[in-house]
């Protein structure tokens, strides 16, 4: 994973998890990460290497941050929709200040139409299972049905990588 791939990676995607995951689902996809990204596995690897998992466990260690706390993870998702895989530091600490009882709404992915929502929802399900042409055809159709969405052409495009490699 270069650092280009990982520059159009969002949060819920470098995690492994979906937009929807609970708090605990985003802990244990985290320690998955950890483990694999982790840089003292690859303290005895080339400097290349062992500044590429640097670079990648801080993303990941970046998004535990705002995915665990539900603030940041509202106003991350408000972000998202926006088309902005990051939130950055300005971002985060207003939604820290924002008072706690504060409502935290989280309506998903940037999808507008139902329709389009579904296929999309079906291909993140046939990503989980693996089948990768499924996803991208599933993706495809909620595109045909909302052309301009940067947030499914950017999904379609991780799936074209993945079925590249």
């Excluded at 990503?127 to 990768?132: C, K, L, T």
């Excluded at 049905?145 to 079925?163: A, D």
Aim: charged share 35%.
């Amino acid at each position: 994973m270069s650092d280009d791939k990982l520059a159009k990676l969002d949060y819920y995607t470098l995690l492994g998890i979906d937009a929807r995951a609970s708090l605990a689902d985003v802990k244990r996809a985290f320690r998955k990460f950890a483990r694999r990204y982790h840089p003292d596995r690859f303290s005895d690897a080339e400097a290349a290497k062992r500044d590429r998992a640097t670079a990648i466990y801080r993303r990941g260690s970046e998004a535990y941050q705002v995915l665990t706390d539900p603030r940041t993870r509202a106003a991350y998702d408000d972000a998202l929709r926006r088309g902005q895989l990051r939130l950055d530091a300005t971002e985060r600490d207003r939604a820290i200040r924002q008072p706690e009882d504060a409502p935290a709404e989280r309506t998903g992915p940037p999808i507008q139409s139902a329709q389009a929502r579904l296929f999309f929802e079906k291909g993140v399900e046939a990503a989980h299972q693996g089948n990768w042409r499924k996803c991208w055809h599933l993706l495809q159709s909620a595109l045909e049905l909302e052309p301009e969405s940067e947030f499914i052409k950017s999904r379609l495009e991780q799936v074209r990588q993945r079925l590249r490699a």
